[in-house]
Nanobody, 125 residues
Framework: QVQLVESGGGLVQAGGSLRLSCAAS????????VGWFRQAPGKEREFVAT????????YYAGSVKGRFTISRDNAKNTVYLQMNSLKPEDTAVYYC??????????????????WGQGTQVTVSS
């Protein structure tokens, strides 16, 4: 069992930056691929970024590529999402999720077994 807790969300102006953190407890996060997803009001939860267990492979949604960076520190049991050049359309609740290491690179939310409670990101224009 893995418990995930997101933090770092907030209100930021367009063009600004935020860094989200996903802290894991229970089992070591190093055995899992970790993804970030987001859900805006009235929309489906969508894939944002994912990182493999060792941090050597990452994959991004086209809408955030070049602006967001996912990273991890297995020693701290934490995964990060650095978000730069934020746009109003990035406004959503952001969730981190963990999948077995064999699901490296997965963009499908159904492959992720453990989920955090989410953190709100609001980007004003």
């Amino acid at each position: 069992q893995v418990q995930l807790v997101e933090s770092g969300g907030g209100l930021v102006q367009a063009g600004g930056s935020l860094r989200l953190s996903c802290a894991a407890s229970g089992r070591p996060i190093r055995t899992y691929s970790v993804g970030w997803f987001r859900q805006a009001p009235g929309k489906e939860r969508e894939f944002v970024a994912t990182i493999n267990w060792s941090g050597t492979s990452t994959y991004y949604a086209g809408s955030v590529k070049g602006r967001f960076t996912i990273s991890r520190d297995n020693a701290k049991n934490t995964v990060y999402l650095q978000m730069n050049s934020l746009k109003p359309e990035d406004t959503a609740v952001y969730y981190c999720a963990a999948a077995p290491a064999s699901y490296s690179g997965s963009t499908y939310k159904n492959d992720y077994v453990y989920w955090g409670q989410g953190t709100q990101v609001t980007v004003s224009s």
